[in-house]
């Protein structure tokens, strides 16, 4: 939003500077054309002034001199004198159409109005220049003929008067306007500048103060981060948390805190660091083959003992170089706590099953008495040997049912460990059904397995711990079974535990017809103590442990109310085929 703002009016002022630019570029240009025609108007009024005198007064100079010449002849007849005359009279002649016709003429303003009357005396003249083309009509006529002339052309003189005169006035004003044009020499031109050059002053101010603010936003900013960036490596130094910042393709690490240091205690050149990444990076390869995600993983210390850390990868911009964020927190202290609370749990639930076991116990036990106890009288009866060793198969048999059971006792008993290992899905369920089985017979449940899997399939996790959370599953089943029998009688309790493989996982369904979960504790099914048994029988740890267990193996796990009770449904990663196993 910002940032468009900001566009917005970068662009705007560039638009406006631009303006400006263009806007100064023509008062400039107008101010030198404005310049330009002052300067050839005050020419040509100063060309005007010079030239309608001249052409007037030429042209009067010209009368005068014919005249006086008129004069001469009328007193001396001789033929130079009219040689003289005629040229005069010729000059005089000529002069006359310059009044209408030059360039100069057309200055002048109204002069073309005496073309008629200047014409008829250049006629007039015409005729005497023509008879002075014959001397010796003069010799007839004499001198009178010149004072004729002369005062025949007076009229003339006083035209040329009159139009001396009107130029005169003209000239003068002209001459005030050339006056005015001095005494304002360039008032536009000059007021043309002065917006042009404040236009400019302000351009290159506005431009400065601009660059200023940038630079000023560009420094803010730069401290801003530079303080940001400070606050940010004291809080990772600061936190509890390991953070460690490693290059993926070299595994060179650039960062870590005071954390990390505590979890690896190995200088930075040790090869832990990039043991510890490079196992970090293993177990952050989720199924789709993205690289970065959750971690939950242990790290064996130079030191002897293991470490549990929880936390995630991802990619960082570090320095501007794509980098890799290790963040994760030593979870090896509540791992523990959580180790121990799902001991305390199992333990809870192996002394609930403490009566099936011992039920259990009790067969073989009871077989093995009578077994003995036949076996001692065929002895005294001198029975034949094949039938005392029947007898003692017998005692061998019951012994090994009744180790299978202390086995799964001690095995379902063990203090949980945080090693991982691939086991088979297959096994790992057989295995919990089996612990199961006896307390499912004597509850008069049907257990129906339907596992879809072969033997091969395998999973990444602490196999004891997911078996926990089977018979977790399986208990849970027959206690909601039991207690809806009890109260509804109807269909006879089953419980189905489906497994089979989608895709690369696998899906576990635990299914009973035990009346499903009720509604106001399906929201929070997964969170520990939340149970509706009884003090004596419910933890309310089991679900929220199963799903702890799930999680560490990259799983998730759900709950759904069916028609007749509830489904668990278990979806857990499963791990690639090794390679010779996928060729048979
Ligand atoms: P606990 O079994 O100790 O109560 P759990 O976390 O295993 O603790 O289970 C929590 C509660 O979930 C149980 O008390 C029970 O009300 C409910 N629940 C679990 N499994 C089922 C099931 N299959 N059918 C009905 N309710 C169930």
Known sequence: MNLSFDKLTTRGMRFVS????????????ATVMVYNSTDSQRSMLAKKIHNSGWIVYQAQLEFLKATSRLRLAAVSSHADEFEALKLRLELLRSRLPILYESDEADLLPGLTGYKPDLQIFEQRLDGMIDALSHPDLFEVSGADVFHEWDIELQPLGRLLQRVLLSSVSYNEATAQIEAQLDANPARIPLLLLFASGTILVL???????????RLTQVMQGQAALQSMESSLLAVIQATPACVIVFDPASEQ???????ALAVVDAPLSDPDWKRLTRAAREVAVDTNGNPWGSITMTFSRRQGDVVSLRGSLCEVLWHGTPQALLVVADTSRIRHAELQVMQAAKLASLGEMATAIAHELNQPLAVIKMATANAARLL??????????????????????AKRITD???RYARMPTDHSTSFSIRAALELAAGFVAEQYRAAGIQLLLRFNVSPDVMVMGEQIMFEQLIVNLLVNARDACETHALAQ?????????????????????VDDNGGGIAPDILPHLFEAFTTT???DKGTGLGLSLSRTVVRDMGGTISAANLAEGARFTVDIPRLAAPVSAMAE
């Open 253 to 259: 690490v650039r960062l870590i805190n005071p954390a």
């Open 533 to 535: 048994k009884p003090a």
């Open 489 to 509: 009688g109807g269909a006879p309790p089953r419980v189905l535990v489906h497994c089979r493989v989608e895709g690369d996982h696998v899906i576990i369904e």
């Open 380 to 401: 005294q009866s001198g029975a034949g040997h094949e039938l005392v060793q029947a007898k003692l198969d017998r005692i061998q048999g019951q012994v090994d049912r």
């Open 408 to 410: 799964q006792v001690r």
């Open 18 to 29: 631009a303006a400006m630019v263009v806007t100064t570029i023509v008062f400039f240009v």
């Open 203 to 213: 351009i290159l101010l506005a431009t400065e103060r601009r660059v200023q603010m």
